[in-house]
């Protein structure tokens, strides 16, 4: 029967045993501190990292509204200009304008028109 006495002590002699072995490689102090620093080294520029990450982005510059407005309405200018220049004239299908003889002539037609449908005009 095995009691939690013998089984502590078996417990102590595999940590003994592992320890035994741990020391037995071929690490020295010197290559411990290597190690020890390469980490630390690490861990610092995660924490840079991490920092920039975590930074709100413009946080205490100064920032001139007007002015980004101003760029702002620039920017949509030149939009608005490109669109305007990129309008091919063919795509425009105006009705054409009726010079001014024509407009007479058609002026002097509903004239003539009107008078003969006065009641009593014959033509």
């Not at 510059?61 to 063919?90: C, G, K, R, T, Y």
């Not at 001014?100 to 037609?109: C, F, I, V």
């Amino acid at each position: 029967m095995r009691t939690r006495t013998t089984e502590g002590l078996e417990n102590m002699g595999f940590a003994a045993k592992a320890l035994e072995g741990a020391h037995k490689t071929d690490w020295d102090i010197d290559k411990v501190h290597d190690l020890m620093d390469d980490i630390a080294e690490q861990q610092e520029l995660a924490n840079e990292i991490s920092g920039a990450i975590s930074s709100p982005m413009g946080f205490g510059m100064d920032i001139d509204e007007d002015e980004l407005l101003a760029e702002l309405e620039d920017m949509e200018q030149e939009d608005i200009d490109a669109q305007i220049l990129d309008i091919p004239e063919s795509s425009i299908n105006l009705p054409s304008v009726p010079t001014a003889y024509q407009r007479l002539q058609l002026s002097m037609k509903m004239r003539k028109t009107w008078r003969n449908s006065l009641p009593g005009r014959q033509n």
